[in-house]
């Protein structure tokens, strides 16, 4: 058929086999790769509370009343 659309999935959208096939070689390389992000970014994330959850704030000096605004001459 020259108007034939090739696919890999059939009608109801579902993956065929050879997709399935297709994907096999890539699919734990990609499984450690996804697990080795989620734990740079999560480890990332860890550290950064921990930071700012120690913090304190005490030197930071905070004004007992708002600043009176300053007349225009």
């Not at 090739?6 to 297709?22: C, E, K, M, P, V």
């Not at 999560?42 to 300053?70: H, M, S």
């Amino acid at each position: 058929m020259p108007g034939a659309h090739s696919t890999y999935y059939d009608r109801r959208l579902r993956q065929g086999q050879a997709l399935i096939r297709a994907r096999r070689p890539y699919l734990v390389k990609n499984a450690v790769t996804g697990l080795g992000l989620l734990t740079i970014v999560g480890g990332i994330y860890y550290y950064t509370l921990n930071a700012v959850g120690q913090d304190d704030f005490e030197d930071v000096k905070v004004p007992d009343a708002p600043r009176r605004p300053t007349a225009a001459k």
